[in-house]
């Protein structure tokens, strides 16, 4: 199981990204997958996830209405689209898979066992 995240950058106030996370050496749809965020000297926490199968879809209430996650199973491509960014939303961003994820459980980092590497978002005042 490998997952890369990729997209992040720089973005004023107000602006928009699109973060991707690439899944190889499993099939995507079985999994759940969420997106997490680390903010310096914070804590990392819950942005969005699918369940699997798309089952279900949560969003944290700092994003939710704002951000837009999307699952392309046939290029195993998880998205998450931000929209309105704020300064706030400034952090590294990880995406992480887990097979074995149960859906009350779905935006405990602790229930993923993979972890992609970060992807830095700046948004600027």
């Known amino acids: 199981v490998q997952l890369q995240a990729y997209g992040g950058g720089l973005v004023q106030a107000g602006g928009s990204l699109r973060l991707s996370c690439a899944a190889s050496?499993?099939?995507?749809?079985?999994?759940?997958i969420d997106w997490f965020r680390q903010a310096p000297g914070k804590a990392r926490e819950f942005v969005s996830g699918?369940?699997?199968?798309?089952?279900?879809?949560r969003y944290s209430d700092s994003v939710k209405g704002r951000f837009t996650i999307l699952r392309d199973n046939v290029k195993s491509t998880l998205y998450l689209q931000m929209d309105s960014l704020k300064p706030e939303d400034t952090a590294v961003y990880y995406c992480?898979?887990?097979?074995?994820?149960?859906?009350?459980?779905?935006?405990?980092?602790?229930?993923?066992?993979?972890w992609g590497q970060g992807t830095l978002v700046t948004v600027s005042s």
């Open positions: 992480a898979a887990d097979r074995g994820v149960i859906l009350s459980a779905m935006t405990d980092q602790r229930q993923y066992d993979h």
């Open positions: 050496g499993f099939t995507a749809d079985y999994y759940a």
């Open positions: 699918i369940f699997r199968s798309g089952r279900a879809i």
